[in-house]
């Protein structure tokens, strides 16, 4: 901290000092809006949506297609957590339930990393997936940021050994998700300058501060796979994990065209920048995939058409107990071609090459 700095500090400390009767605790601060604008609730979607990113292994499928049919959502895509048998006999029970009304993303098992002929047996898993149905495969943020080889260091996205397996998932033409990394905020300091303080306050084993690849770099080391795999299609969740920085995922979605990013869990984020994020959304209507992430609930997909269909202003963003930062958001009323496809063609396009 320079000089300067340190007494900026020093006068900002002395000031919070100095109010202490009458500081609220940022916990006990919900303030309510008195701001008084047209509110739209959007009970169904416009058109059929497909949620191309939830994790349903919790949920009973009857109780999820109750929710599906009451706000129209045609499909959803469940990205199991399980791996091996399980996550074989999880597909078939969500296909006995309804073969048309949802699909399953596999996850990448790295339960025998460290066994001999482990990155071999990753690509006749993907192949067994396939012959099975599911849709895509996920690979996570543990790669990068925790699995460790059998010497100890820490695997590199972009680690050679995966790329049979790639080049295996452009072959069979099913998707590849990476969730690598996470927002800006969970890679800077949980102090009083981190916008997301109290989410990470709450759950602090969610910050990467100080991981051994800055954020920057993992996004870096995925964005090669993207380049050096160009026959195979990928899906950047989250908005590439740069909702915070749309220039940035414009220029990933240009670069390469194999590439799709979800809006899921990020609604927040585009909420926030409503100018941006509709011109991003026209701009790459193709490319985006409608998405929530969240236990599919009523008012939760209610939010996520408000944000889209409406101009709706200043109004809470869909989350799950955590709030995610504290502000609100507005609604970037797209119109119906933009809609559909976010909706819905883009994931068809996905769904129907497998
Ligand atoms: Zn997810």
Redesign the pocket.
């Known amino acids: 901290m320079d000089d300067h700095t340190q007494q900026e500090e020093d006068k900002f400390l002395a000031l919070v000092s100095a109010r202490k009767d009458v500081d609220l605790k940022i916990s006990e601060f919900t303030p309510r809006t008195m701001l008084a604008v047209p509110v739209h609730s959007i009970a169904r979607a416009k058109f059929p949506a497909i949620d191309f ?1 939830n ?1 349903l292994d919790a949920q009973s499928p009857l109780q999820m297609l109750k929710v599906m049919d009451e706000c129209h959502i045609e499909k959803i895509v469940n ?1 199991t957590m399980r791996v091996g048998d399980a996550a074989f006999a999880m597909h078939r029970k969500f296909q006995q339930a309804s073969a048309t009304r949802f699909e399953t993303i596999a996850w990448f098992d790295w339960h025998d990393l460290h066994d001999e002929g482990f990155w071999k047996k990753s690509v006749e898993r993907l192949e067994r997936f396939a012959e099975a149905g599911f849709c895509g495969i996920k690979i996570w943020k543990d790669l990068g940021l925790t699995l460790r080889a059998a010497d100890g260091e820490l695997l590199r996205v972009d680690d050679e050994r995966l790329m049979p397996f790639f080049e295996k998932a452009g072959e069979l033409n099913l998707p590849v998700m990476f ?1 690598i990394s996470d927002p800006d905020a969970f890679f800077t300091p949980i102090d009083r300058f981190n916008e997301r303080y109290e989410e990470l306050a709450a759950h602090p084993d969610w910050s990467f501060y100080g991981s051994q690849y800055a954020k920057e770099e993992l996004l870096a080391q995925r964005d090669k796979i993207f380049q050096r795999h160009p026959q195979t299609t990928f899906i950047a ?1 989250h908005l590439a994990e740069k909702s915070e920085n749309l220039a940035y995922v414009s220029q990933l979605l240009e670069h390469h065209p194999n590439l799709y990013v979800d809006m ?2 990020r609604t927040a984020e585009l909420g926030r920048q409503p100018y941006t994020a509709r011109q991003f959304f026209l701009h790459h209507a193709d490319r985006i995939l409608f998405g929530t ?1 969240l236990v599919p609930e009523a008012e939760s997909y209610r939010l996520h058409f408000r944000f889209l269909e409406t101009a709706d202003e200043y109004f809470d963003y869909p989350s799950h107990a955590s709030r995610q930062g504290r502000w609100h958001i507005y609604g970037i009323h797209l119109p119906d071609d933009v809609l559909q496809k976010v909706y819905r063609e883009n994931a068809l396009k996905l769904l129907t090459s497998v």
């Open positions: 990113h994790h990205i969730h969740a899921s869990a992430d």
